[in-house]
C-alpha cells in the first residue's frame, strides 16, 4: 500500500471532504482517502500506480477542485493569488450591489419579509430555501442526486418492457420522490425541534444571544468561503463516518430509496439548514418549527430537480462557482454584521450605528420638546407601520410616569410589537388600527433604546433632568388641569420678579423658604400636613418632612385663587396631577414616596417653586 498527499485548492467545509473522498474511492487502486479542509491536503492510499495530476483535476474540474503536489505549490500561488485577487474584487462589487439593495429594501419597509427569525413568514424561510439550493452548500445533496441520475434512471426506465425508452414521468419519479422524502423529513423532524423549544420557555434575551453566537459562526464561515486559510480548521458538522454513511448512494438500491435518501438529508451539514433548523427550535411550537423547515426544504427542490435534470451546467461552471462562493462569502459577513446590530438593539446596548449617530450623548434640555402631563402622566404618542416608528425619538422628564400610546396604521413582520429591555421587561403587542398603551417611569437620565422585536427598526426615549435645566427662554406646554387644552408659555426669567413682573405667574419668585421643615403627624397608618394657600404668602408652612414607604396626606386650605402659571399646584415626582388653586377649595393630595430625596411642590407648569418636601 502506498500513501499519496496532494495539496487541494478549493475546499471549504466537510460537504468538500465527503465530495472528494467519495469519487476519489472510485478508482480501482485506491483503497481509503482521508480528505482534510484544516490542512487543505488529501491523503490517498492506493495498491499501484499513483493517480495523476491530470487525471485528478480532469475528475474534479467542475466541483473547481485544484490538485498540486506539494513541492509545486510555491511555484503556483503567485499565478493563483494574482488571479484570486482579480476574482475577490469583482465578488465585492456584485456583493456590495446586493446590499445595497437588500438595505434599500430595509429602509422601505419590503425587507421584513427577508429577515429570518422564528416568528418570520414562511415566505421568509422559502426564500432562504431558494438561496441555499443555489449556493455552495448544497454542493452535497446536488452531488448526490448528480451521481445517482444514472442508476435512477435505469432503476425507473420500465424494467417490465425495457424495449421501451423512459418517459420524462418516469425519469421524474426519482427526484420527486428524494425531494418528497427531503420535505417531508424536514418538517416531521422541524416539528420534534420546535416541540422541544416550546419546553425551553426560551426568553427573546436568550434569542438575542443565540443569534449573536450564530452570528460570530456565520463570520467565520464567511471568511472560510472567501479563502482565510486561518479558519480551515473551523467546522461544525456531524462526524464525517455518519455523513459518509448518509451520503454513500451505493446502500440505497431499491426503488424507493430515493424517498429514504432525500429524508436523511435533514443531517447532512450546511449553514442554511442550520439556521432553518435553529429558527425551528426557537419557534416553541411543534407546528410553526414543521412548517419553518418543511418551508426551507420546499425551497431547495427546484434547485435540486434542476441539478438532476440539466446536469448542473450553470452551477458547475468552474469560474462562475469560485465567484459565487467569494459573493457568498462577503453576503455573509454583511448579515452576519447586521443581525449582530439588530439584536445589540433589541439588548439596549450600543450598536455599530450608534458609534456614528453619538446617540449616547444627552443633548441639551429644551422644555418645548417635553410631552404633556395629562393626570399626573408624560404622555408620548407614536405610530407603528411596516415602515418603522413615527416619530421615533422622544424626550421626557426622569421619575414622571409616562403614559406611551402607540397607534399600528399598518404593521407587519417584526414592526408589530416593541420592546426596550431598559425600561420594561415585556412587550408591546400592536394591533393594526388600535391603540396600544404601555405605563412606565424612568428612574435614571438617559437615552433609551426601544425596538421591534428583531431589533431591525428603532427609536430612542431620553429621559431628561427638568430641575437641572435652565428655564431662561423656554416654551413649556401643558395641559390645563380643568380644560386639557395646550398652553405656551414663555419665561423670560428675570421679569417674574416680585410681584409678577408681566410674565402672568402671580408671582413667586421672592418666596422666602421656611429655616426649618414641618414634621409630617403620623395618623394611623397615613403621615398628615397642612399647608394654607393665600396670594400674598403662597403655601404656609412650605417646607415639609415625610418619611419613605408610608402614605402621606397633603391637605391645602386655599384662601385665594391662583394666577397665570401659578393657577394650579403640584408635586413633580410624587404628584403628578395639578389640581387648580381655587378660592374656598380645600385641596387633598394622597400619595405614598418611594424614594428618598427633596421634592419641589410647585405650579402646575413647574416654573414656580412653592414649597418642598423632604422624604426620609
Not at 454583511?334 to 453619538?358: K, P, Y
Not at 393626570?375 to 418603522?388: C, L, R, T
Not at 408659555?489 to 426649618?516: A, F, L, Q, Y
Not at 412650605?542 to 401659578?566: H, P, Q, R
Request: charged share 15%; aromatic share 8%; glycine share 10%.
Amino acid at each position: 500500500m502506498k500513501q499519496h498527499i496532494y495539496k487541494v485548492n478549493g475546499m471549504h467545509c466537510a460537504s468538500c471532504e465527503i465530495l472528494i473522498e467519495k469519487k476519489l474511492l472510485e478508482i480501482d487502486d485506491v483503497k481509503s482517502v482521508d480528505a482534510s479542509t484544516s490542512k487543505g491536503e488529501v491523503v490517498v492510499n492506493s495498491e499501484n500506480e499513483k493517480p495523476s495530476l491530470h487525471k485528478l483535476n480532469e475528475m474534479f474540474k467542475k466541483e473547481n477542485y485544484t490538485f498540486s503536489e506539494i513541492q509545486n505549490i510555491a511555484n503556483e500561488n503567485q499565478q493563483k493569488n494574482k488571479k484570486g485577487m482579480n476574482s475577490t474584487l469583482v465578488a465585492f462589487d456584485i456583493a456590495l450591489v446586493i446590499i445595497v439593495l437588500f438595505l434599500f429594501l430595509n429602509n422601505s419597509g419590503v425587507s421584513g419579509l427577508l429577515n429570518v427569525s422564528s416568528g418570520s413568514s414562511l415566505a421568509t424561510f422559502l426564500g432562504l430555501g431558494l438561496l441555499a439550493g443555489i449556493s455552495s452548500c448544497a454542493a452535497l445533496v446536488g452531488g448526490i442526486v448528480l451521481s445517482m441520475s444514472k442508476q435512477w434512471s435505469e432503476l425507473y426506465s420500465n424494467p417490465s418492457n425495457s424495449s421501451k425508452q423512459a418517459t420524462t414521468s418516469q425519469k421524474l419519479q426519482p427526484h420527486i420522490m428524494f425531494n418528497v422524502g427531503r420535505i417531508v423529513s424536514y418538517a416531521v423532524l422541524g416539528g420534534i425541534l420546535g416541540m422541544i423549544g416550546s419546553k425551553l420557555q426560551i426568553s427573546f434575551q436568550f434569542t438575542s444571544f443565540l443569534v449573536i453566537v450564530v452570528s460570530f459562526l456565520m463570520i467565520a464561515l464567511g471568511l472560510q468561503m472567501l479563502g482565510v486559510k486561518a479558519l480551515r480548521k473551523f467546522q461544525f458538522s456531524l462526524p464525517k463516518s455518519m455523513t459518509r454513511n448518509i451520503a454513500d448512494e451505493k446502500k440505497f438500491s431499491g426503488k424507493y430509496m430515493p424517498f429514504a435518501m432525500g429524508a436523511l438529508t435533514f443531517f447532512l451539514p450546511c449553514g442554511f439548514t442550520i439556521t432553518a433548523q435553529g429558527m425551528a427550535l426557537l419557534s416553541g411550537s411543534a407546528i410553526q418549527g414543521g412548517l419553518i423547515t418543511g418551508a426551507f426544504a420546499l425551497g431547495t427542490a427546484p434547485a435540486l430537480l434542476l441539478i438532476g435534470l440539466s446536469s448542473v451546467k450553470f452551477i458547475s461552471n468552474p469560474r462562475f462557482a469560485e465567484k459565487f462562493s467569494k459573493v457568498a462569502g462577503f453576503l455573509i459577513l454583511f448579515f452576519a454584521l447586521f443581525n449582530i446590530n439588530s439584536q445589540m438593539n433589541v439588548l439596549g446596548f450600543t450598536g455599530f450605528g450608534d458609534l456614528f449617530n453619538n446617540s449616547q450623548n444627552i443633548s441639551q434640555i429644551d422644555q418645548k420638546d417635553l410631552p404633556l402631563i395629562v393626570a399626573g402622566k408624560q404622555v408620548i404618542k407614536m405610530e407603528a407601520n411596516s415602515n418603522g416608528y413615527k416619530p421615533n425619538y422622544f424626550k421626557v422628564r426622569v421619575g414622571v410616569p409616562v403614559r406611551w400610546e402607540i397607534t399600528d396604521t399598518g404593521t407587519s413582520g417584526c414592526t408589530n410589537a416593541v420592546i426596550s429591555k431598559s425600561l420594561f421587561s415585556d412587550s408591546i403587542p400592536l394591533t393594526p388600527g388600535k391603540v396600544s398603551v404601555k405605563e412606565f417611569t424612568v428612574q435614571k437620565v438617559g437615552k433609551y433604546k426601544f425596538s421591534c422585536w428583531m431589533g431591525m427598526v428603532t427609536g430612542i426615549i431620553e429621559a431628561v433632568d427638568v430641575s437641572s435645566a435652565s428655564k431662561s427662554n423656554s416654551v413649556v406646554q401643558v395641559a390645563n388641569a380643568t380644560t386639557g387644552q395646550n398652553t405656551a408659555v414663555t419665561n423670560k426669567g428675570s421679569t417674574c420678579g416680585g410681584g409678577g413682573g408681566g410674565c402672568g405667574c402671580g408671582g413667586g419668585s421672592n418666596i422666602k423658604k421656611d429655616t426649618s421643615n414641618t414634621v409630617a403627624q403620623v395618623q394611623g397608618n397615613t403621615q398628615v400636613i397642612n399647608a394654607t394657600y393665600t396670594s400674598n404668602n403662597y403655601l404656609a408652612p412650605n417646607a415639609f418632612e415625610v418619611k419613605a414607604g408610608t402614605k402621606v396626606k397633603l391637605t391645602i386650605d386655599v384662601k385665594d385663587s391662583g394666577s397665570g402659571c401659578g393657577s394650579a399646584i403640584k408635586i413633580p415626582g410624587l404628584y403628578e396631577n395639578a389640581i387648580n388653586l381655587s378660592a374656598g377649595n380645600i385641596i387633598n393630595m394622597e400619595f405614598t414616596p418611594t424614594s428618598l430625596g427633596n421634592y419641589d411642590i410647585t405650579c402646575g407648569m413647574e416654573m414656580m417653586n412653592f414649597g418642598s418636601i423632604q422624604v426620609n
